[in-house]
């Protein structure tokens, strides 16, 4: 149900949007997280966005750098990262709740759908 893309290779310093389209007509009604798995490390919580573009969270090493936003018309939900870093290095998913939260919750049990992923590779 969801399918994540716009990942790629991008050097320090620069930005990439990465796209997460949902299906269905319920898509308003789903809290959307974005998650990133890096190599060896465990998949964590990068932010996210309430239902029906309710308040959006970030962890603290995003903040000021990356910015979600939806588009319930397109059922789609965006996540753009400026200033990029090494260590954003991961595979990005998207993630979709049905609890109608506010805010975003960080738990990955929280969620009901992720989509595939889409790799990001940050270079120095």
């Known amino acids: 149900q969801l399918q994540a893309s716009g990942g790629g290779l991008v050097q320090a310093g620069g930005s990439l949007r990465l796209s997460c389209v949902g299906s269905g007509p319920t898509f308003a009604n789903y809290v959307m997280g974005w998650f990133r798995q890096a190599p060896g490390k465990e998949r964590e919580f990068v932010g996210g966005?309430?239902?029906?573009?309710?308040?959006?969270s970030y962890h603290d090493s995003v903040k000021g750098r990356f910015t979600i936003s939806r588009d319930n018309a397109k059922n789609t939900v965006y996540l753009q990262m400026n200033s990029l870093k090494p260590e954003d290095t991961a595979v990005y998913y998207c993630a979709a709740d049905r609890s109608l939260r506010v805010t975003a919750s960080p738990a990955m049990d929280a969620y009901d759908y992720w989509g595939q992923g889409t790799l990001v590779t940050v270079s120095s």
């Open positions: 966005i309430g239902w029906s573009g309710g308040r959006t």
